[in-house]
């Protein structure tokens, strides 16, 4: 049965800052999905990711559909009118066009899909992130998909030899979706020079080339490329399918130990380390720490199972205490040097008005 996997995920109102959703919030959004969602899907999940709401559906209506995107579109402006009811911060935050038009990439939500043929057993994970940008995923997935150290099944499975083809776009190009075409293995030292640079080129897709089907899908929006200044942090989200052709689920999550040094944290500013949190967690410490968690789930006939929360194990309790310790040690430096984004990342904030005006007052110093 050939369906399609699609995660729309945005901030629309948060409690107390950029913290939680409330629950009338999150409750108004699930009952739109559920009421006007009866003919277009065949299944849906509803959760929260930090501050932001992400709706995961299933139908068969293929990628960038307009009734589909609509749909979640139309949920989250009701969600907004009740975020202003209750006086939350940012409501509609990430919501960027004043109307609808076609599908809602580049309209402020992230969204990844992927359009699959159900294999008899279809495992996959969706990945929601907040306080960070899409570049967040790029050395996981560059570990998961390239790396025998990290994926034993480049050694111990035949059907994953063959390698991947990834689709890598450079973000910073506004003119229209500027994508590359690279092999692994033939091209991993190309493909690792693209994704170090995680601000400009994200990964947008990944394929197999033993089967040729499509086995991720990143969401690529970046929200001061749309607004024209900083309006928030891009807070991406991922699906990726596992087992059999794939990289097994355990090798996708392992790279997630490392808690890598991310753009995200206070104000989208700051370099901050990656923390694998459990479902419906909340934003804390300076505004982060960066988050990503994940749910992995079995879809057969487009319906889904119940989710197995990945990042709820004693195992990661472990992995969050040394990415605290990895965020206090960056905090301490503040404001400078490395702990925060470079100029070229900054241009959108009120560092540039600051420069702007200061660099009136220097002056040529002349030679006596």
């Known amino acids: 049965m050939k369906i399609t996997l699609s995660i729309i995920k945005a901030d629309i109102g948060s409690i107390g800052g950029h913290i939680k959703p409330s629950a009338k919030l999150l409750e108004t959004v699930k009952n739109y999905i559920k009421d006007k969602g009866k003919n277009l899907i065949i299944d849906s999940y509803i959760c929260h ?3 932001d709401i992400a709706i995961l559906s299933t139908h068969q209506r293929g990628i960038l559909d307009e009734k589909i995107h609509k749909l979640c ?3 989250f402006l009701k969600g907004t009118k009740i975020a202003k009811e209750q006086g939350l911060y940012g409501a509609g935050q990430d919501l960027l066009k004043e109307s609808f038009s076609k599908n809602i990439r580049g309209m402020g939500p992230a969204v990844a899909e992927i359009e699959l043929e159900e294999r008899p057993a279809e495992p996959f994970l969706a990945f929601f992130a907040d306080k960070t940008e899409p570049g967040a995923y790029n050395l996981p997935l560059y ?6 150290m990290n994926t034993a099944g480049f050694i111990l499975s035949s059907n994953l030899k063959k390698g991947f083809k990834f689709r890598i776009m450079d973000v910073s190009y506004t003119g229209a979706e500027k994508i590359i075409e690279l092999n692994s293995p033939e091209e991993i030292y190309d493909i690792a020079t693209l994704l170090r640079d995680s601000g400009k080129y994200v990964v947008e897709s990944i394929y197999s080339r033993n089967t040729q089907e499509q086995v991720a899908a990143v969401s690529t ?3 001061h490329n749309i607004a024209g200044k900083y309006v928030g942090k891009d807070d ?3 699906l990726i399918r596992s087992q059999l052709d794939f990289p097994a689920t355990g090798e996708i999550l392992s790279p997630y130990t490392i808690g890598p040094y991310v753009a995200g944290g206070m104000r989208g500013s700051h370099n901050m380390p990656l923390m694998p949190v459990k479902e419906n967690s909340s934003i804390s410490f300076f505004d982060g720490p960066p988050v ?3 749910l992995a789930f079995s879809v057969k006939n487009g319906k889904l199972t119940e989710p197995a929360d990945v990042f709820d194990h004693p195992y990661w309790d472990w992995v969050r205490s040394n990415v605290s310790q990895k965020a206090e040690q960056m905090r301490r430096q503040g404001f400078y040097g490395a702990a925060m984004l470079p ?9 540039m008005e600051t420069l702007k005006e200061l660099e009136k007052r220097f002056k040529i110093k002349k030679e006596p």
């Not at 070229?344 to 009120?350: A, D, K, N, P, Q």
């Open 49 to 51: 990711t930090g501050d």
């Open 73 to 75: 579109w139309e949920a």
């Open 143 to 148: 570990l998961t998909f390239c790396d025998p």
């Open 221 to 223: 929006t970046r929200l």
């Open 236 to 238: 991406p989200v991922m």
């Open 292 to 294: 990503v968690n994940s």
């Open 343 to 351: 100029m070229t990342e900054l241009e959108y904030t009120g560092v």
